[in-house]
Nanobody
Framework: QVQLVESGGGLVHAGGSLTLSCTASGRTFTTDIMGWFRQTPGKEREFVAA????????SYKDGIRGRFTISRDNAQNTVHLQMDRLAPEDTAAYYCAATRRWISSRHGDWDYWGQGTQVTVSS
């Protein structure tokens, strides 16, 4: 059974940092694209970042690059999202995702999802 489990969410002041982690299990994810999405109540789940299995060529949502950094450890089946200079508009539930197809900003193109971890940024 494939599982993605996120951790690392929490409450942080504006300008602070958090690192989210996602550990995959149930099969090997070394050839998957791993990504992060986020969602606020009443809004569509939006793409944040993704990274191919090679670790090269990350993709980021506009306005995120330079503040957030995605990385992965294939030996540990883990993907991380380092979030710096957080702002209140970054407040959301953050979801880990995986696919073997292509990097897509559309959440419907991703095959596996975690349960989400809440990030709250206070002003």
């Amino acid at each position: 059974q494939v599982q993605l489990v996120e951790s690392g969410g929490g409450l942080v002041h504006a300008g602070g940092s958090l690192t989210l982690s996602c550990t995959a299990s149930g099969r090997t994810f070394t050839t998957d694209i791993m990504g992060w999405f986020r969602q606020t109540p009443g809004k569509e789940r939006e793409f944040v970042a993704a990274l191919p299995w090679t670790g090269d060529g990350p993709s980021y949502k506009d306005g995120i690059r330079g503040r957030f950094t995605i990385s992965r450890d294939n030996a540990q089946n883990t993907v991380h999202l380092q979030m710096d200079r957080l702002a209140p508009e970054d407040t959301a539930a953050y979801y880990c995702a995986a696919t073997r197809r292509w990097i897509s900003s559309r959440h419907g193109d991703w095959d596996y999802w975690g349960q989400g971890t809440q990030v709250t940024v206070s002003s």
